[in-house]
C-alpha cells in the first residue's frame, strides 16, 4: 500500500494551544521523518531556545509513531547540537550556536544563502589574506605556492582540493588560530562545492586560467608584504566566483 504525506493541524496545548503544521508519518524511516519535523519546527522559531519540547509520549501521540522513532530522531538531534536531554527533566532546545547550525546551512545553500556567504567570505578572507601579508613566513608562502602548482597541474577533484588548501594556507600563514579555525570550518564544509565549481570552469580552459592567475596575483601580493592590494585581490576573486555561479547557476565556492 503506497504511503501518502497528509499535512494536518494539531494543538500542543501545553502553552497557549498553539497550532502545529503536521505532516502524518509515513512508514519509511519514521524516526527521520520525526527527526525533519522536529527541526522545522525548531528552525522556524516554534519552540524558542531553552524551552523544554513535548515528552517522548507526547511527541508519540502527536506524529503518530512508536517511542522507539521519537527516541532516534532526538538522537539525531542531540548530534546536532539542537537539543539536549536534563536527566529526570525531558528535552530542551540548545541555544543558538552559529558554529552548530552553520554546518547544516552551508552544505544545502540556496541562491539567497551562496550571496549571503560571499557576503561573509569577501569580509573575513579580505582581512585574513591582509593579516598573511604582514605575517607570512617563509614556510607559509611555500605551502601556498605549493597550493597554486597543484592547481595548474592537477585536474578534477584534485584541482579542487588544492583550492581547498590554497585558502586555509593563507588563514594558517595570517598568525590567528581562531580566524584559522574559522576558516578551517567554513573551507571544510564547502569543499564537495569547491570540487563542483573546478569541475564546471575545467571546460574552459581560459576561465580556469584566469581562476589560477587570481590566485597567483593573491600569492604575489602576499609574497610581497602588500596588504591592501592582497585584500582587494581577493575580493576580485571571490567576486568574480561569485558572479560565475549565478550565470552558471552553480552551487559552489573557489
Not at 551562496?114 to 582581512?127: K, T
Not at 581547498?164 to 584559522?180: D, E, K
Not at 587570481?214 to 575580493?235: C, F, K, N, W
Request: hydrophobic letters at 35%.
Amino acid at each position: 500500500m503506497p504511503n501518502y504525506e497528509i499535512t494536518y493541524q494539531i494543538c500542543d496545548n501545553r502553552k497557549g494551544g498553539r497550532v502545529l503544521n503536521v505532516e502524518k508519518i509515513s512508514a519509511k524511516k519514521v524516526s527521520e521523518r520525526v527527526e525533519e519535523q522536529l527541526e522545522s519546527f525548531i528552525r522556524s522559531g516554534t519552540y524558542q531556545p531553552g524551552e523544554k519540547l513535548p515528552s517522548v509520549r507526547e511527541l508519540c501521540d502527536l506524529f503518530d509513531v512508536g517511542r522507539s522513532a521519537v527516541r532516534d530522531a532526538i538522537t539525531s538531534l542531540k548530534g546536532k547540537g539542537l537539543v539536549e536531554s536534563r536527566q529526570g527533566e525531558g528535552t530542551y532546545l540548545c541555544h543558538f550556536d552559529s558554529t552548530k547550525l552553520l554546518d547544516q546551512f552551508l552544505f544545502l545553500p540556496n541562491v539567497k544563502d551562496i550571496e549571503a556567504l560571499f557576503q561573509v567570505r569577501e569580509m573575513l578572507e579580505a582581512g585574513i589574506v591582509k593579516l598573511a601579508a604582514q605575517h607570512r613566513t617563509e614556510e607559509d608562502l611555500q605551502a601556498i605556492e605549493k597550493s597554486v602548482t597543484e592547481m595548474k597541474t592537477k585536474g578534477g577533484e584534485d584541482q579542487g582540493l588544492s583550492d581547498y588548501q590554497f585558502h586555509l594556507c593563507i588563514a594558517r600563514a595570517s598568525g590567528n588560530h581562531i580566524l584559522y579555525q574559522l576558516m578551517e570550518f567554513i573551507s571544510s564544509s564547502t569543499k564537495k562545492s569547491m570540487i563542483g565549481f573546478h569541475g564546471a570552469i575545467a571546460l574552459d580552459p581560459l576561465l580556469l586560467k584566469e581562476v589560477i592567475q587570481q590566485h597567483e596575483r593573491i600569492l604575489e601580493h602576499i609574497r610581497a608584504g602588500e596588504s591592501e592590494q592582497s585584500g582587494e585581490a581577493m575580493v576580485d576573486h571571490l567576486e568574480f566566483v561569485r558572479n560565475f555561479m549565478k550565470k552558471g547557476d552553480i552551487k559552489g565556492n573557489a
